[in-house]
């Protein structure tokens, strides 16, 4: 609780120290979509020993590969400096089938990973080195036959940050299209003891990190990057 606490409050004072400064000038709205592919084998493992475990499982747990979803943020430009503001959204649904007794029987995992960040990017209008610091949301739920609503299994919050490039396209008079590789690093641990229960894993599932490579598509407006060159 006190770091969940304390991760809050520095997320949120960094975040308001930076305001008046955006403030200053026009925001940017950027919307867009992204894929991540997260480097977690402990956490992999756990779901590939489910279906060892259990001899109802047909189709077994896939593992932890892509999380897709939103990506919105609000930004504002000086001429080589940018600062913002962003939140993404990735979900993930993983699923275990087979007969348990007679009848058909499934094992839902839903995975929600939610960033809240506080950006800052340096370059050019072609191509931005943008670092952030994350305040970070990881949550597994958990539903199966006979169960008609999800249970919360694991719900952790800490700090990451992205390190990302942003190659742009003029996509009109008002709009730029940004394309972003990225890297997420987890500064932090998430804690899934309660999922690792749930599948009966042998490995401690309380000190997880889910570092993931991600590129996401992100439509920009405001005025043109392009007019910087003017």
Request: hydrophobic residues 40%.
């Amino acid at each position: 609780m006190y770091l969940k606490n304390n991760t809050a409050k520095i997320f949120l004072l960094l975040a308001t120290l930076s305001l008046p400064q955006m403030m200053a000038a026009q925001f940017n709205l950027q919307v867009g979509y992204g894929l991540s592919y997260h480097l977690n084998e402990t956490y992999s493992r756990a779901l590939e020993d489910f279906g060892k475990q259990n001899s109802w499982v047909n189709t077994n747990f896939k593992p932890l590969a892509f999380s897709h979803g939103l990506y919105i943020g609000l930004r504002n430009r000086w001429d080589w400096y940018g600062l913002g503001v962003s939140w993404r959204a990735q979900f993930l649904r993983n699923d275990a089938q087979g007969v348990m007794g007679n009848e058909s029987y499934k094992k839902e995992y839903f995975h929600r990973f939610h960033d809240i960040s506080l950006f800052h990017e340096f370059g050019n209008p072609w191509m931005d080195f943008g670092l952030s610091l994350d305040y970070t949301i990881t949550s597994v739920s958990e539903r199966h036959t006979g169960l008609s609503s999800k249970q919360t299994l694991g719900n952790s919050t800490g700090i990451g940050s992205h390190v990302y490039f942003n190659f742009y396209l003029a996509a009109g008079s008002f709009l730029d299209i940004a394309l972003q590789p990225y890297l997420a690093w987890r500064w932090t641990s998430t804690d899934l003891n309660e999922v690792a229960k749930d599948l009966n894993s042998a490995d401690p599932l309380d000190k997880l990190k889910f570092h993931h490579l991600g590129l996401s598509l992100i439509f920009c407006n405001g005025n043109k990057r392009s007019r910087d060159i003017d």
